[in-house]
């Protein structure tokens, strides 16, 4: 009987197959599965990573087939928005200072709506400690955050286009860079990186949307607030000094952030009220 296509051939109970060196066929690590890879994982217990071989290819390439061919969500995206606004969307570059806990939660769920071109910056690699609320796998660890982001939007979008920026920006190039994006998310932990890119951003009249509070469980209701070209989601007062950061607080918050974006770029405005006695910056936490 013959296989059924792109099936492993340890599907259909084969114990002489060993992928990744286990004794008695046992298929490969799961998250290597999930992702597509065959040759099993090589695991360095000296730094507890898993990296997966071969690698997939980089975010964006064969961007020109990819535009001319449907995908999955493409097609599904057309049960939700006009062709106007997938337009708009796909059209939107959109800039994410920051891929841990915000930022990774926010491309995805922008992805998920329609926007295919991201710009990404951030240094920093993936740790366990992310796996709490960051959207990352065990798979990820040890991999710069750009990298396995990039991967992660480009499994669920072939279509995407990104600019991979593998360290944080800084103050002085800002102001030439800001006006590369249609909209940017400040999902960045050093305070003077945040103060740097708001202010940048009001200076520029550019879009621009942040966060503050969202530590802890329970709490205080979430809430939008917007002065200028500055939109701020979350509580506006925990702070992750006092309380640790929790998946599901981080992720609403992501989800506000995500929801105001896509009113901007939709509508023009997110519809809010501003912020009563100005900005307020102080305890933004990622």
């Given at each position: 009987m013959d296989k059924e296509p792109n099936v492993l051939p340890w599907a259909h109970g084969a114990t002489d197959m060993t992928p990744d060196g286990t004794p008695g066929g046992m298929p490969p690590d799961p998250y290597m599965l999930r992702r597509g890879n065959t040759d099993g994982p090589v695991h360095d217990p000296a730094v507890k990573t898993v990296r997966e071989l071969p690698r997939r290819k980089e975010a964006g390439?064969?961007?020109?087939?990819?535009e001319e061919?449907?995908?999955?969500?493409?097609?599904?995206?057309?049960?939700?928005f006009s062709s106007e606004q997938i337009g708009r969307l796909q059209s939107a570059q959109v800039g994410i200072v920051g891929c841990g806990g915000l930022g990774s939660n926010v491309a995805l769920m922008l992805a998920r709506s329609g926007i295919e071109q991201f710009l990404l910056a951030d240094g920093d690699a993936v740790d366990v400690s992310n796996l709490t609320r960051?959207?990352?796998?065990?798979?990820?660890?040890?991999m710069p955050k750009v990298d396995a982001l990039s991967e992660?939007?480009?499994?669920?979008?072939?279509?995407?286009h990104i600019e991979p920026i593998r360290r944080m920006l800084t103050p002085e190039e800002l102001p030439s860079l800001l006006p590369v994006c249609t909209l940017w998310i400040e999902a960045v932990d050093a305070p003077e990186t945040k103060a740097a890119m708001t202010t940048a951003?009001?200076?520029?009249?550019?879009?621009?949307?942040?966060?503050?509070?969202?530590?802890g469980i329970g709490g205080p209701g979430m809430q939008v607030?917007?002065?200028g070209s500055l939109?701020?989601?979350?509580?506006l007062v925990s702070d992750v000094a006092e309380a640790h950061p929790y998946a599901p607080r981080v992720a609403q918050a992501a989800a506000l952030m995500a929801d105001c974006a896509l009113q901007i770029l939709l509508d023009g405005?997110?519809?809010?009220?501003?912020?009563?006695?100005?900005?307020?910056?102080?305890g933004i936490t990622n």
């Open positions: 390439a064969d961007s020109a087939e990819a061919n449907s995908t999955p969500l493409r097609e599904a995206l057309k049960g939700f960051q959207q990352y796998w065990p798979c990820h660890v040890g992660l939007l480009t499994e669920l979008n072939p279509a995407v951003a009001l200076i520029a009249g550019r879009n621009i949307i942040s966060a503050s509070g969202m530590a607030k917007r002065v939109t701020l989601a979350g509580d405005t997110p519809g809010i009220p501003p912020l009563a006695g100005g900005a307020r910056t102080e």
